[in-house]
C-alpha cells in the first residue's frame, strides 16, 4: 500500500469561517477534531477532506490548485453560482473569454474555483468536484500518479491528469508554460501512511520518486514538510 491523499489544506485568515463557506458550498458536513482542526468532511469514504490552517499572508498572485465545480444544468450553475456568492464568495477575473463558458469566482480569501457548465465531457463521472486543476509540469503529474498509485487519466501535449481508482475528483495539470512560484502555496496536500503503515518508509519512497525535503524535522504534530518537482508543499502525516 502506499501513501493516501488525507487532505486538501487552505491556509485561511479565519479557518472556521471559510470552512463553513466550502461546506455551504458543497452541501458537506463540518467536523471540528482535535487532532485535525477544522476540516468539511469528504463526500464518501474514498474522498479527501478540506483542510483549514490558519495563516494570515496576504494573497498576491493565482493559486496552483483550483476546483472545477461541474454542473447537471443550466439552471444547477445558476443555483450553485448563486449559492456561492449568498455565503460570501465573487465573481473574478483571470482573463477568461466569454466563450468559454464557465464562471470563475473567488472564496472570501481569495482563492479561485470555476463553475463549469454542463455538458463537459471531460469531467462526465466525477462528481460535484469534477477536478483539482493545477497550474504544473508533466513531470510532476507523473510524480503524483506514482506517489498515489492513481493512474494516468490524460497524458497529452504535456498534459496530464490523475484520477483515484475509486474515481471522483481528477487532479489535472495544465504543463508549460508553468507559472514561477511566489513563496509558499496557500494550499497543499496532507498526505496519510496506511493503517499500519511507516512514516519514514514512506518519506523514503517519496524521495525516490523525485520529492524534496522541505524540512527534516517533524513539526510538532509529527508531520514531515516535503516538497513534489515543482517545488510545492506536501505534508506527510503520521499513521493515522
Known amino acids: 500500500m502506499t501513501c493516501q491523499l488525507y487532505a486538501l489544506c487552505f ?43 490558519p495563516g494570515d499572508a496576504p494573497k498576491t498572485v493565482a493559486n496552483r490548485i483550483h476546483f472545477d465545480l461541474t454542473s447537471t444544468s443550466p439552471e444547477n450553475m445558476r443555483e450553485t453560482v448563486d449559492r456561492a456568492l449568498r455565503l460570501g464568495g465573487r465573481h473574478i477575473d483571470v482573463g477568461q473569454r466569454p466563450e468559454e463558458g464557465h464562471v470563475v469566482l473567488a472564496d472570501p480569501d481569495g482563492n479561485e474555483f470555476c463553475v463549469i457548465p454542463p455538458g463537459n465531457a471531460f469531467l462526465a463521472g466525477c462528481g460535484f468536484v469534477g477536478a483539482l486543476a493545477c497550474d504544473g509540469s508533466q513531470a510532476v503529474g507523473y510524480f503524483w500518479s506514482a506517489a498515489l498509485q492513481w493512474p494516468l487519466v490524460w497524458d497529452q501535449d504535456e498534459e496530464t491528469a490523475i ?3 475509486h474515481g471522483g475528483p481528477k487532479i489535472t495539470w495544465g504543463g508549460p508554460p508553468v507559472a514561477p512560484k511566489h513563496g509558499r ?34 513539526h510538532e504534530d509529527g508531520r514531515i514538510t516535503m516538497l513534489d518537482p515543482d517545488d510545492n508543499e506536501f505534508c506527510v502525516l503520521t499513521p493515522r
Open 185 to 218: 502555496n496557500r494550499l497543499h496536500f496532507d498526505l496519510a501512511p496506511p493503517p499500519g503503515g511507516d512514516q519514514r518508509a514512506e518519506v523514503d519512497h517519496l524521495l525516490s520518486l523525485g520529492a524534496k525535503l522541505l524540512d527534516p524535522t517533524p
Open 11 to 53: 491556509d485561511a485568515s479565519r479557518p472556521r469561517d471559510l470552512a463553513a463557506f466550502w461546506a455551504g458550498v458543497l452541501g458537506r458536513r463540518l467536523s471540528d477534531d482535535p487532532r485535525d482542526g477544522v476540516a468539511v468532511l469528504p463526500a464518501d469514504g474514498y474522498g479527501f477532506r478540506l483542510g483549514f490552517l
Open 163 to 165: 484520477q483515484s481508482p
